[in-house]
């Protein structure tokens, strides 16, 4: 079983930033890929950023030119630096890691909160 715990979310103020931790501990095998996805009220869970299994960045179209992915292979972690938030980035940011085996796994979430 992979644990993912995450980090850094709550209340900001539009234009302001976050930066969010996720830490995989546990049944860690060759890694396929991580990243970052959300959850609004009453919408789709997105894809907001994550590693590819060639180890390329890719970002949802929401996220780009603002949040910044990075990772430490050693601690088996990814950050997300989100910069000049919008309201409408308030949402639940989930963990997401997927092994080699195909198996995936996910965070508990983590709330942001961008005041309108």
């Known amino acids: 079983q992979v644990r993912l715990v995450e980090s850094g979310g709550g209340l900001v103020q539009a234009g302001g930033s976050l930066r969010l931790s996720c830490a995989a501990s546990g049944s860690i095998f060759r890694v396929n890929g991580m990243g970052w996805y959300r959850q609004a009220p009453g919408k789709q869970r997105e894809l907001v950023a994550r590693y590819t299994n060639s180890g390329s960045a890719i970002y949802g179209d929401s996220a780009k030119g603002r949040f910044t992915i990075s990772r430490d292979n050693a601690k088996i972690t990814v950050y997300l630096q989100m910069n000049s938030l919008k309201p409408e980035d308030t949402a639940v940011y989930y963990c997401?890691?997927?092994?080699?085996?195909?198996?995936?796994?996910w965070g508990q979430g983590t709330q942001v909160t961008v005041p309108s």
């Open positions: 997401n890691y997927v092994n080699i085996l195909g198996n995936e796994y």
